[in-house]
Every structure is written in C-alpha cells, then in structure tokens.
C-alpha cells in the first residue's frame, strides 16, 4: 500500500545548477500539491496540480520555479538557476476528490544549495 | 482567505502530564479542520479531522480534539503525554466548497521528557 513518494530525499546543488523533485501520489489520488518548509516556519503552499493542469499556483514564485503533472508519470517540481535560498524541505501533498480532501503527505526532498 | 494561528510555539512537557495546543482560525464560510503530527525528520501524518457533525473528534494515538464554532476554535488535546509524542503539531483549514487548499498554522514544537 504505497503512499506518496518523493524523490530525492536529499538533493545537493550548487548554486545556479537546476533541481528536479518528483512526487508520485497516492493510489487513486488524481490532486497533488507542493509545499515549501523552512525551519522554524509552517508549510507554505506553492501550487495546486491535477493531471495536466495547474488549478493554482499562487504561491509559486515568479521566477525560476515551475511544476508540472503529465497525463502519465510523476508530478514535478523544477527549481531553476537555483540560489541559497531556495534550501528547504519541500513536500508533496496528494488527496482524492472525497469529502474534506485531506491530504497525505510525501517523505519530503531536503535540498541543499552550496 | 483564511488564516491559522497556533498561539503556542514551543511546549515542554513532563511525561504523563495533559496536554492542549491551541488553534484559532479566521475564515467567514464553513471550514474543514485538520491536525497533523510530524516526527522528527519524518512527514507529516494526519492526526485527525473535522468535517461536521459532532464538535469533539476522536484520532490516533489517542490525541482528540473539539471544534468550538463560536470561538474559531479547534484546539487539540491529549490527556496523558508520552516520551513519543514529541513532534512539530501543525493545525490547518480549508474551505468547504473552494479550492480546498489547506492553510497551515506555523506549527507547536513539543518536547516531552521522560
């Protein structure tokens, strides 16, 4: 019984290269959403995404950031030209269409940006 | 838009002592309510959660929490604390009928000492 999965779990880039993280939902759940976490601070929403569309993403950066969620494979969360800031946890969120739509959470990607 | 405020960030507790982390909420529509746990280095787990119906909602662990609708209320309680119960707790909303994105509060670190 598989729940989300997330990989990496830690990803190590240094600064200007890219970062892909993958997110793949759990059985029977066609909505994921990306989180960002840092210390000492809750999740922040980042985008919303059902299979080939983004339903919000008003808490995505304008620059450098972009998600996707094709007709077949993994959701995906791509940092470009990535900088010191953008090291955090980030966290995928996947729910069904059932009451309430409480979500369940992914293991997280730990990214470092040297 | 909604907001969540966990007015308690930090708690520290002896073993075997009652527990209660406040949530207040601010949002003029019907809400669904969650609490979620996360363990050190872990994701989060889904605790429990309030839909409708009866305002006191029982979950895992024997954690359980009561929705006060008059107050914009939904604090979590438990009434004997364990050694494993030391986690980051997270309280989130989301709007019955919207987009059902979930605004997190900015979380309760707790410690409890053997």
């Known amino acids: 019984n598989a729940g989300v999965m997330q990989n990496p779990r830690h990803l190590v880039r240094r600064r200007g290269q890219e970062a892909r993280l993958r997110c793949s939902p759990m059985?029977?759940?066609?909505?994921v959403y990306w989180y960002r976490q840092l210390p000492e601070e809750g999740l922040k929403f980042m985008v919303y995404l059902q299979k080939e569309n983004i339903i919000d993403e008003s808490g995505m950066p304008k620059e450098r950031f972009s998600a996707e969620f094709p007709k077949e494979g993994p959701s995906i969360l791509r940092i470009q030209q990535v900088v010191r800031g953008d090291s955090a946890a980030y966290f995928c969120?996947?729910?069904?269409?059932?009451?309430?739509?409480?979500?369940?959470f992914g293991p997280g990607t730990r990214l470092t940006v040297t | 838009a909604q907001s969540v405020s966990q007015h308690n960030h930090h708690v520290i507790l002896s073993e075997a002592a009652s527990l209660e982390l406040g949530c207040n909420y601010s949002y003029g529509g019907t809400v669904n309510l969650f609490w979620y746990v996360q363990y050190p280095g872990q994701h989060l787990q889904l605790l429990l959660k309030y839909f409708s119906g009866d305002p006191l909602v029982k979950g895992i662990k024997g954690f359980e929490a009561e929705f006060i609708k008059s107050k914009f209320s939904f604090n979590l309680r438990k009434p004997s604390v364990q050694w494993s119960d030391t986690a980051e707790y997270f309280c989130?909303?989301?709007?019955?009928?919207?987009?059902?994105?979930?605004?997190f509060g900015r979380g309760t670190s707790l410690i409890v000492h053997p």
């Open positions: 969120a996947s729910s069904d269409l059932g009451r309430g739509r409480e979500q369940y």
């Open positions: 989130a909303v989301n709007a019955q009928g919207g987009s059902y994105i979930p605004t």
């Open positions: 059985k029977g759940h066609s909505h």
